[in-house]
């Protein structure tokens, strides 16, 4: 079984700062997706940036960029100028990699992050 | 195209009523999976489903839940018999069939939620 952690229930920053959030997770498996989704207070899940285990490369989105180290099973979201909007939960999630595709995802239990003004 | 619809947005039940939670997936999306977040707690899978077939359902309690997925219409989570602890939001995600035979990855698209209160 996949477990996922989050060891900061709650961060805050400054806006226009850069914050770093962190996750580890535990798989015996070799083939595998992780994600940080953004939970606003609307509760909508949405995905902010996915990672695949088989690319060495990090991955970026915009202000979004991930630090994915395969070996210490580590996989940190960064957020570089952030904004007010970017209050929120943020949930990492773990899924195995498949013939099909579709798998079940395994969350973290979150991080509470605020912008301050 | 619509995204992930499930209704109602807020349901209050009494403890022992039933509970009815509806989920219709994205258009061309014939997977659904149920997710359940306790205050305060990260999303827990409960059950995976295609049409008329569950796949996975080793998150779901043994009692008083169920999930069917029928050929048209939404998929419905079903809670027998409500106790305070049942009292969560409860997600539906969506994603398209995959490709046999290719190692890939299928985005799940996430509904709103129904939050459940029970009193």
């Known amino acids: 079984a996949q477990t996922v952690t989050q060891s900061q229930p709650e961060m805050s920053v400054q806006e226009a700062e850069t914050v770093t959030l962190s996750c580890t997770y535990d798989?015996?498996?070799?083939?595998?997706?992780l994600f940080w989704y953004k939970q606003p207070p609307s509760r909508q899940m949405i995905l902010v940036i996915r990672q695949e285990a088989y690319k060495q490369q990090n991955a970026t989105e915009n202000r979004f960029s991930v630090n994915f180290q395969k070996a210490a099973k580590s996989f940190s979201l960064k957020i570089s100028d952030s904004q007010l909007g970017d209050t929120a939960m943020y949930f990492c999630?773990?899924?195995?990699?498949?013939?099909?595709?579709?798998?079940?995802?395994?969350f973290g239990t979150g991080t509470r992050l605020t912008i301050i003004p | 195209n619509a995204g992930v619809m499930q209704n109602p947005r807020h349901l209050v039940r009494r403890r022992g009523q039933e509970a009815r939670l509806r989920c219709s997936p994205m258009k061309g999306h014939s997977h659904v999976y149920w997710y359940r977040q306790l205050p305060e707690e990260g999303l827990k899978f409960m059950v995976y489903?295609?049409?008329?077939?569950?796949?996975?359902e080793s998150g779901m309690p043994k009692e008083r839940f169920s999930a069917e997925f029928p050929k048209e219409g939404p998929s419905i989570l079903r809670i027998q018999q409500v106790v305070r602890g049942d009292s969560a939001a409860y997600f539906c995600?969506?994603?398209?069939?995959?490709?046999?035979?290719?190692?890939?990855?299928?985005?799940?698209?996430f509904g709103p939620g129904t939050r459940l209160t029970v009193l």
């Open positions: 798989t015996s498996e070799n083939n595998y997706y």
């Open positions: 995600a969506s994603s398209k069939p995959g490709l046999a035979g290719l190692s890939s990855y299928n985005e799940q698209f």
């Open positions: 999630a773990f899924m195995k990699g498949s013939n099909f595709g579709n798998e079940k995802l395994t």
């Open positions: 489903l295609q049409k008329e077939n569950i796949i996975d």
